[in-house]
Nanobody, 113 residues
Framework: QVQLVESGGGLVQAGGSLRLSCVVSGSIFNINVMAWYRQAPGKQRELVAAITSGGGPSYTTSVKGRFTISRDNAKNTLYLQMNSLKPEDTAVYYC???????WGQGTQVTVSS
């Protein structure tokens, strides 16, 4: 079973940028779906962006045009480039791969106004 380690979270002002990374312990070459989720305090975990091995990326409406998901098979890494950050983007961000679904431990992103 693969293990996931996220990094890149932090505190940023509104309008700023962050890039999240998710390093997978094994090869991601055969992993079909890789995704980023987030969970804000008091809210349910939501899908932010996903990318499949054979298809293009998809995004939740609120981040379209601001976030970019990508994968580097050579580095076994999933990325989430986040630009034009807003306070409502504040959440713990989780990397997930599958099937079957495996979760990372999460990284905190805080956007100040």
């Amino acid at each position: 079973q693969v293990q996931l380690v996220e990094s890149g979270g932090g505190l940023v002002q509104a309008g700023g940028s962050l890039r999240l990374s998710c390093v997978v312990s094994g090869s991601i070459f055969n992993i079909n779906v890789m995704a980023w989720y987030r969970q804000a305090p008091g809210k349910q975990r939501e899908l932010v962006a996903a990318i499949t091995s054979g298809g293009g990326p998809s995004y939740t409406t609120s981040v379209k045009g601001r976030f970019t998901i990508s994968r580097d098979n050579a580095k076994n890494t999933l990325y989430l480039q986040m630009n034009s950050l807003k306070p409502e983007d504040t959440a713990v961000y989780y990397c997930a791969v599958g099937p079957p679904t495996t979760w990372g431990q999460g990284t905190q992103v805080t956007v100040s106004s």
